[in-house]
């Protein structure tokens, strides 16, 4: 038997006695033909994804300015987790939601408003990978472990965001770890970025999001294309 076959838990003998849909030549030829069109568009979107890195031409004439200068950083509150529930109160944003964008958990307990955080605000979660989002969720409270970064008038929140996700990623490629890897606010504010001219941080801001308006139209067309080859298989074998 086949290493890879074993590994899998395939027996080669029932294998023999597998049946697949057989066409006329013809028709397999056109079928693989599409099926293969439709990986190249996959797999050029995905090396396209898997290889962007915003590509950002740093000015020798900029200052760099510690986080702590440009932002308040607000850290959430340590609510009760017995009062979390799926449907009753104020929705919470907990470290898990920070990748997704949105949360499921809400509430049911009285709570400080200053922990209410509106939509589009900056967000960090300080435990396991650092992520960042710009919120889109609706108006929630901001558990423990998650901070806000609120910036001042010398930096467009936009640009703020755009800056300083690779600090964090490299702080935490660098924080050793037995469990769960932990950034503090002080690390945060710690961080340094480039402060351009506001107009010039405008510049930077339009042209990056025009390049992730591509990387975005990538990844609908991996997802588009791979649900395309799935349903012309589907309907190879005659599924529904």
Not at 218 to 238: A, F, N, P, S
């Amino acid at each position: 038997m086949s290493p890879r076959l074993a590994q899998a838990g395939v027996n080669p003998k029932h294998l023999k006695n597998f049946q697949i849909p057989l066409p006329p030549l013809a028709v397999q030829k056109e079928i693989v033909q599409e099926l293969d069109g439709y990986q190249k568009i996959i797999d050029g979107c995905r090396q396209v994804v898997e290889n962007y890195k915003p590509m950002i031409e740093i000015d020798p004439s900029w200052e760099m300015v510690e986080l702590g200068e440009l932002c308040e950083v607000k850290s959430g509150y340590s609510f009760k987790s017995e009062l979390f529930n799926k449907s009753k109160g104020k929705p919470l944003i907990r470290i898990r939601d920070i990748k997704p964008n949105k949360t499921t958990t809400k509430y049911a307990g009285e709570y400080d408003d200053k922990f209410l955080i509106e939509n589009g605000a900056i967000l960090i979660g300080m435990d396991g990978e650092f992520n960042i989002c710009i919120w889109k969720g609706e108006k929630a409270l901001l558990n423990q472990r998650v901070c806000n970064i609120i910036p001042n008038k010398k930096v467009l929140k936009t640009f703020v965001f755009r800056m300083i996700n690779e600090p964090l990623k490299k702080i935490e490629k660098n924080t050793d770890a037995i469990t769960v890897k932990h950034i503090s606010v002080k690390q945060i504010k710690k961080i340094k970025i480039p402060l351009p001219p506001l107009a010039v941080q405008k510049e930077i801001v339009k042209e990056i999001e025009q390049e992730q308006e591509a990387i975005d139209r990538c990844k609908w067309l991996i997802e588009t294309y791979t649900k395309k080859i799935q349903d012309r298989i589907d309907k190879v074998w005659g599924a529904d």
